[in-house]
Each structure stands twice: as structure tokens, then as C-alpha cells.
């Protein structure tokens, strides 16, 4: 097959994590017969630098017309102090909203050998596998009204939560397609005890449910849900759950992995989707080669998966990490004492390697 690809690298670590999934991609095309095409594109600040405005218009209309969007991390400090309608982070929301991505699939996944990298203990987090389904256009970070005005003594902030049916059954039907791929157990996560709109979450789930009785579903209220992640991780599958929640939780279920550096997502809808590591732009570690660029490689494999149907090459990809796992290499987010340190180049190289057709 032949396919376009946008490479939007953004910053920080974005550039350094982006052409490791870019030359990983190329190979797999060699190897098994495909044409990826990459364009690369400005966002973020880098494009806030060059244009003075986070999302271009070229930008945002390469990635309409593209098969797929790769995307690496936006932001940093030197963006901070903007005006929050021209920070990177408006880059993300732009896209999600121009290319109509209601759903976000975020998989947090433990590879065993990296059991002793994770904070809780080895018998807690070995085997989990979950897959966060987070709604990722609708909620709070898009409801109106939203704003802060003056009032009397001082000013008030304020956002709306606001889910419609449509909205919400859309995601549950991703939630309970993917179910059916894997251990047929739907968790959906809600706080239908106080706010309204998480009570008609609540219903539409289960009437949506009606037509996957294959699936078993079950509620929980957010609060717990923090609890239980940590507590008894494996007890979950696919959860599913809204913007704000499943922002926060992601990163919890993250954190269990071990690394942040680890975990890719893949965010679809209605056209183009946008694969991208769950993480930031690591201002933190950036331009030194220390990246893990895992989660982007492993991002790159969720891409051929859902965007390209490969689902033959996508594992191919996840052997060669796994391989590359257990031959010893780590990133310094991952390493442990007798292990093989090594950079983000020589990470990237090694999978390469180890990526057989
Ligand atoms: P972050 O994810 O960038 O970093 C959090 C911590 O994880 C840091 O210590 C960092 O060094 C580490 N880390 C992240 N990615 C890593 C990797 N690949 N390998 C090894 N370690 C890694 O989150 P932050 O520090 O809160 O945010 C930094 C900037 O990124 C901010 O401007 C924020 O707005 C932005 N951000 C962007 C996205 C995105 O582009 N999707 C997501 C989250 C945050």
C-alpha cells in the first residue's frame, strides 16, 4: 500500500523521539512492501517561532489531507507566558477538533521485564494490560459557557461540563468494539453520584450496552477508580470514561507502566487519525539524547494498526521492542542496575535491528 504521513515533531523531545518512528516506519515499509510518504510540518511553539500562531493553516490542512498524522510532544517554558489561545497546546486541541477525534485509545500495557521500573511492587503491576478509552472532544476542555470575569471582591473562573448522547454513545461504541478484541470487559468511569452530566453518561452507557451483551459492563466513580488503579490494576481491561477523567487517569495508569516514556495513543474519529506518545515535550531532558522513544515507535505501531489495517506489521514492530526489551537496552527513564544504558539514537537503532518481516 502506498500512504501519506504527516511528521509533525513539535518540540522539545519531539524532535529528538519523531524520526526514531520515522526510519523504524521506512523499514517496515522496505520490509513489507508499503510506501509511507512523510511530509513534515510546523507545531507548537517551533511553530509560534516561525508563523506566530501554534497551528498554521498549512499545517492543519496537510494533516486533513494526509492517511495519518504522526505527532511528537508541543510546548515548553518559553511558551508559557502567552496568551492561552496562542500556546502550543491550542495546536492539540485544534487538530482533535478539525479532525473530528472524539476518541482517545491509550494502552498501558506492563512488559514484564520492566516490572522493577514501575513504584509499586512487581506482583502488583505484572499482567496488567489496559486500554484508557478517553473521550477527547467534548467535556469541560470544550463546554461553554467558559471564562474569567470580574465580579464584586475579585474575579470567577469558570468552565462547563457538558456531554451530549451522540457524544457519549459514539465512545462507547469504540469501547465496546475494542472489547471485543480483548478480554470482553468494559469499565466505565463516571462521578453519577454529584454531576448530571455523568448521570446521563451513565445511561447512555447502558443502553448502548444493549447491543454488545457479549461484553461485560460495569460502573465506577472516578474517585474510586484512582484507588483501584493503584490498588488492584489488573483488575481492569477497557475503561472508559470522559475527557477530564481519562486525561487524569491515563497518566496514573501510565505511571503503573513504569515509564511515561513507554506508552503510545492513538486518537481517531471520523477522518484522519493522530498518533502520538502520551507524554509531553520533556523540556526537562530535551536535546540530549535521552529520550525514550518507545511510546513514539510504539505510537507508530498503533498507527499501522488502526489507521492502515497492517495489523501484521504493527506486531512486528511491538516483537522488535519486546526484543529489544530483553536484550537488555533501557533509556535512562527505564534503567535498572545491570542493564544496558543507552541513548534515544541507539534505542531507535537497536529496534531497528530487531524488526523482522
Ligand atoms: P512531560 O510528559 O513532558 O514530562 C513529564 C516527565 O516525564 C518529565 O520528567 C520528563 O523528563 C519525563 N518524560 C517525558 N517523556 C519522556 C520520554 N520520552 N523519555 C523519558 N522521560 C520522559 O510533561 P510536563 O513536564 O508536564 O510538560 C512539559 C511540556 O509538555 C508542557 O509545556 C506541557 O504543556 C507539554 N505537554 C504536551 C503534551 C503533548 O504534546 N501531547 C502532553 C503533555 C504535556
Known amino acids: ?8 515533531a513539535g518540540d522539545g523531545v519531539g524532535q529528538e523521539i519523531v524520526p526514531e518512528a520515522v526510519t523504524v516506519l521506512k523499514a517496515v515499509g522496505r520490509t513489507f512492501g508499503h510506501t509511507f510518504d512523510f511530509i513534515e510540518a510546523l507545531v ?55 479532525l473530528g477525534l472524539y476518541a482517545n485509545l491509550r494502552p498501558a500495557k506492563l512488559y514484564s521485564m520492566l516490572a522493577d521500573a514501575s513504584t509499586l511492587k512487581r506482583e502488583v503491576v505484572e499482567g496488567i494490560d489496559i486500554l484508557v478509552v478517553r473521550e477527547l472532544t467534548g467535556g469541560i476542555y470544550f463546554g461553554k459557557p467558559k471564562g474569567i470575569e470580574k465580579i464584586p471582591g475579585g474575579e470567577r473562573g469558570f468552565n462547563t461540563e457538558v456531554y451530549t448522547t451522540e457524544e457519549i454513545r459514539r465512545i462507547a461504541i469504540v469501547a465496546f468494539e475494542a472489547a471485543r478484541k480483548r478480554r470482553k470487559k468494559v469499565m466505565s ?51 472508559v470514561t470522559t475527557n477530564m477523567f481519562g486525561d487524569i487517569l491515563s497518566d496514573e495508569a501510565a505511571m503503573l ?11 481517531i474519529g471520523t477522518k484522519t487519525g493522530m498518533y502520538e506518545p502520551i507524554h509531553g515535550s520533556a523540556p526537562d531532558i530535551a536535546g540530549k539524547n535521552i529520550a525514550n522513544p518507545i511510546a513514539t515507535i510504539a505510537s507508530a505501531a498503533m498507527m499501522l494498526s488502526y489507521a492502515f489495517k497492517l495489523d501484521k506489521e504493527a506486531e512486528a514492530i511491538e516483537r522488535a521492542i519486546v526484543a529489544t526489551l530483553e536484550q537488555g537496552y533501557r533509556t535512562k527513564d527505564i534503567h535498572t542496575p545491570g542493564m544496558t544504558l543507552v541513548g534515544t539514537r541507539e534505542m531507535g537503532a537497536a529496534i531497528l535491528k530487531n524488526l523482522k518481516g
Open 1 to 8: 500500500m502506498k500512504a501519506t504521513i504527516a511528521a509533525l
Open 44 to 98: 507548537g511553539g517551533q511553530a509560534i517561532d516561525k508563523t506566530g500562531v501554534p497551528l498554521p493553516p498549512d499545517t492543519l490542512a496537510l494533516a486533513k489531507q494526509s492517511d495519518a498524522v504522526m505527532l511528537g510532544a508541543v510546548g515548553g517554558p518559553k511558551w508559557e507566558g502567552l496568551d492561552y489561545s496562542i500556546r502550543p497546546e491550542r495546536a492539540l486541541l485544534g487538530l482533535r477538533e478539525q
Open 189 to 239: 468511569v463516571d462521578k453519577a453520584n454529584v454531576l448530571e452530566s455523568s448521570e446521563l453518561w451513565r445511561r447512555v452507557v447502558i443502553d448502548v450496552h444493549k447491543q454488545y451483551p457479549d461484553i461485560e459492563l460495569s460502573h465506577i466513580y472516578v474517585d474510586n477508580c484512582a484507588m483501584q488503579l493503584v490498588r488492584n490494576p489488573k483488575q481492569f481491561d477497557v475503561m
Open 257 to 267: 507502566t513504569g515509564s511515561i516514556g513507554m506508552l503510545p495513543s492513538a486518537s
